[in-house]
């Protein structure tokens, strides 16, 4: 993943939002050098209704990263996405969706990797760029507490601690490639608590969840009558969580994300920081997913 990559041909895909419950069609559209991930609102009529996956256009982060432009154009759980485009080098797309959230699909990043490699990568001349780490930068939430270390690869080492029987104290830690990220880490699904569902709903949320697009905790019990894909298949989601989170920094960020019980909120706030502080950070040039080349420009 040396140089900038969009699609070979276009991808389409359609189904149900996690949380909206609304039925939305994704168009995956191979798109010019430089131009970034950018979303689409085909269904909006509005003076601007494409939405950058940028970290400066995150709006939300409950139970899910929603982005919103300046003209009120907004796309919900966009992470499981931009997790598969992150783990597969994926820079430049444009993806159209007539209404407002990225369909669920099973919950995870596999089904956007199968439509990705399907349609093909395709690689320019041009090489990638990443955010290479420089100094640790670390921020806290209560409990939750995530750092950025230096490393020339991209890397994610997530903990989480769950009182329930069926989760428990979970560990993962993985480095970014195509190949370990498709195997070990896109398949893993979403999941929730039935006893929350109805608060959920009230709350306007998981209105198109299901044991189709989740995992379901029961009373201590994996509910779902396939059981799970990985004996720690919660802990794989919330790094998937992760990756798809730190990509909204518009770059692979070259360095080590160590998160304890992280969420959507806590990634934002550690990508924030990192970003804030010009110190911690520089721009440097990707080669088999190294840093090879150190610049100091930075926007």
Same mark, same amino acid.
């Given at each position: 993943m040396s140089h900038r990559t969009t699609l070979e041909s276009a991808a389409v895909c359609a189904g149900i939002g996690l949380h909206s419950g609304a039925r939305v069609r994704m168009v995956m559209k191979p798109a010019p050098v430089g131009s970034g991930i950018v979303f689409e609102r085909t269904d909006l009529d509005l003076s601007d209704r494409r939405v950058p996956a940028r970290r400066e256009y995150v709006r939300s982060t409950d139970l899910g990263t929603t982005l919103v432009n300046e003209a009120g154009a907004s796309v919900a759980t966009v992470e499981h996405l931009m997790a598969a485009l992150a783990g597969l080098g994926v820079d430049d797309l444009l993806l159209e969706l007539d209404g407002p959230e990225v369909p669920a699909m099973d919950g995870s990043s596999a089904p956007f990797v199968e439509l990705i490699l399907h349609a093909g990568l395709k690689t320019s001349p041009a090489p990638r760029r990443g955010i290479q780490v420089l100094k640790p930068v670390a921020v806290e939430d209560g $409990? !939750?507490?995530?750092?950025?270390?230096?490393?020339?690869?991209?890397? #994610?080492?997530?903990? #989480?601690?769950?009182?329930?029987?069926?989760?428990?104290?979970?560990?993962?830690?993985?480095?970014?490639?195509?190949?370990?990220?498709?195997?070990?880490?896109?398949?893993? !699904?979403?999941?929730?608590?039935?006893?929350? =569902?109805?608060?959920? =709903?009230?709350?306007?949320? $998981?209105?198109?969840?299901?044991?189709? @697009?989740?995992?379901? +905790?029961?009373?201590?019990?994996?509910?779902?009558?396939?059981?799970?894909?990985?004996?720690?298949?919660?802990?794989?989601?919330?790094? +998937?969580?992760? =990756?798809?989170?730190?990509? =909204?920094?518009?770059?692979?960020?070259?360095?080590?994300?160590?998160?304890?019980?992280?969420?959507?909120?806590?990634?934002?706030?550690?990508?924030?920081? +990192? +970003?804030?502080?010009?110190?911690?950070?520089?721009?440097?040039? #990707?080669? @088999?997913?190294? $840093?090879?080349?150190?610049?100091?420009v930075r926007s």
């Open positions: $409990a !939750r507490r995530a750092m950025f270390l230096p490393s020339v690869k991209p890397a #994610i080492d997530v903990e #989480i601690d769950f009182e329930d029987d069926a989760i428990g104290r979970q560990h993962f830690a993985f480095e970014v490639s195509r190949e370990v990220f498709a195997e070990l880490v896109a398949p893993a !699904r979403t999941f929730g608590f039935r006893r929350d =569902l109805n608060a959920l =709903l009230k709350a306007g949320l $998981a209105r198109g969840g299901s044991m189709e @697009n989740a995992v379901v +905790l029961d009373e201590g019990k994996v509910a779902n009558p396939e059981g799970l894909r990985f004996a720690d298949e919660f802990v794989r989601h919330k790094a +998937l969580d992760a =990756l798809g989170d730190l990509y =909204l920094a518009g770059a692979p960020i070259l360095g080590l994300y160590r998160a304890v019980r992280p969420g959507h909120g806590l990634n934002a706030k550690a990508v924030s920081a +990192l +970003l804030s502080d010009t110190s911690a950070w520089r721009w440097t040039t #990707i080669q @088999n997913d190294v $840093a090879v080349e150190e610049r100091l």
